[in-house]
């Protein structure tokens, strides 16, 4: 039996996680728990699942939880804060710990679950695009595994088993290409924020959803990739396949292409990324291709997408930039879903804090130097807002 810890328990990332223990009580056991504020739901895991360890990021909200479970018997230990949810991260006898915490707030608590030496189930983005640099040295350092749990980098990984080392050539990321997909560009000013979180394939969190309507998240995942696979930015690729049944392919030096396909359900790299290397039988529907009908592909439309260009730009910086490109889309985005910008706004925001930091770049960061660069964007966002100077940015992605 597999010990497993989940962090961002109460997300959709999370709560999925939990659907795969549920269904494999005799492979999967739930070591600890953290989530950002949700008490109730929290509370019900704790109940369910029964963890040594559990935290709420919100402190103010630790009274509430301790008084959600003060019937049971034998409750967990709790905690709250950034320190309570690394302290989860890192406990016990864990052997690989899922990160499902959106943003960069997943990057503290995933460096100290791989110091303290578990595998991890990478469900988190930012993890490698803001702290790459850091990161990939500490996991080759203590000799843990990055296994992938999203759709597109899990379905790479699968295509590469028994590939031989130096095969790879390019990387294909498939992409829905979200809510906006059959939108012409001068349509995009009218974008609300409900228009923004129904994505036609994937049930998802907002902040994500939004992401797959701006392609931003394709360009987050080329630079994840680029990681991950340490291929150079000209040999990942993405392309639009609105029927999220290929969920990336990957191109050998014989140009041989590799792809794997499924219905899009999250449970199934979510799955590998705890099962691997095994294979464990579900009773999940089988992709059927007739039922699946036309698979159909078309190169994204750079000038609806103009997230997408600047993600490759910060990429092909390296260094520093990534992070801050990450840090400005995250408040870009928290800003659109409160309705504080427009839409097209989030590019602007991004790019305008992007082109600020270039003479600040530092092109081999260390963790602090993440992590203030990371503070610095969200206000940067913040300021152009208020100053005004966010309906200044003309895009040249």
Not at 199 to 211: A, F, L, Q, R
Not at 220 to 230: D, G, K, M, N, V
Not at 361 to 373: E, F
């Amino acid at each position: 039996m597999k010990a497993i810890t989940i962090l961002g328990s109460t997300g959709s990332i999370g709560t999925q996680t939990l659907e795969i223990v549920r269904q494999y009580p005799d492979r999967f056991r739930v070591v600890g728990l953290a989530t950002g504020r949700n008490v109730e739901q929290l509370a019900a895991q704790i109940r369910e699942f029964q963890p040594q360890i559990a935290a709420i990021h919100d402190e103010t909200l630790l009274p509430d939880l301790q008084a959600a479970i003060a019937d049971l018997s034998f409750p967990p230990q709790l905690l709250a804060g950034i320190s309570g949810v690394t302290e989860v991260a890192r406990y016990g006898d864990a052997e690989a710990v899922v990160t499902g915490i959106v943003g960069c707030a997943g990057l503290l608590p995933t460096i100290a679950a791989i110091k303290a030496g578990k595998d991890i189930a990478l469900a988190n983005k930012e993890t490698l695009i803001a702290g790459g640099p850091v990161v990939n040295p500490l996991v080759e350092e203590y000799g843990v595994r990055l296994l992938p749990a999203d759709s597109e980098h899990s379905a790479i990984f699968q295509c590469l088993q028994g590939v031989p080392d130096r095969s790879l050539r390019r990387i294909l990321l498939t992409a829905s290409g979200g809510a906006f997909r059959d939108w012409p560009p001068e349509s995009l000013s009218q974008v609300t924020v409900a228009d923004a979180i129904k994505h036609p394939n994937w049930s998802m969190g907002k902040k994500i959803t939004v992401d797959s309507a701006t392609l931003m998240n394709k360009g987050l995942e080329a630079i994840e990739a680029h990681y991950l696979f340490h291929l150079d930015y000209d040999s990942i690729e993405i392309v639009v396949h609105p029927q999220s049944i290929i969920h990336s392919l990957i191109e050998l030096q014989d140009t041989s292409v590799l792809a794997q396909l499924g219905w899009p359900d999250m449970r199934l790299p979510l799955l590998y990324s705890l099962s691997w290397p095994e294979r464990l039988y579900t009773n999940w529907e089988p992709l059927d291709l007739v039922k699946a009908g036309d698979l159909t592909f078309r190169e994204p439309d750079r000038k609806k997408y103009p997230c997408m260009e600047l993600a490759y730009a910060a990429g092909r910086a390296g260094g520093s930039m990534p992070a801050v490109l990450n840090a400005a889309n995250e408040q870009a985005v928290s800003l659109f879903l409160a309705e504080k910008i427009a839409f097209l706004d989030i590019p602007r925001a991004i790019e305008y804090t992007c082109d600020r930091h270039r003479e600040e770049h530092v092109a081999h960061p260390s963790l602090d130097d993440i992590l203030a660069v990371d503070t610095w964007a969200r206000q940067e966002v913040k300021d152009a807002l208020e100053t005004g100077k966010l309906q200044q940015v003309q895009l040249t992605g």
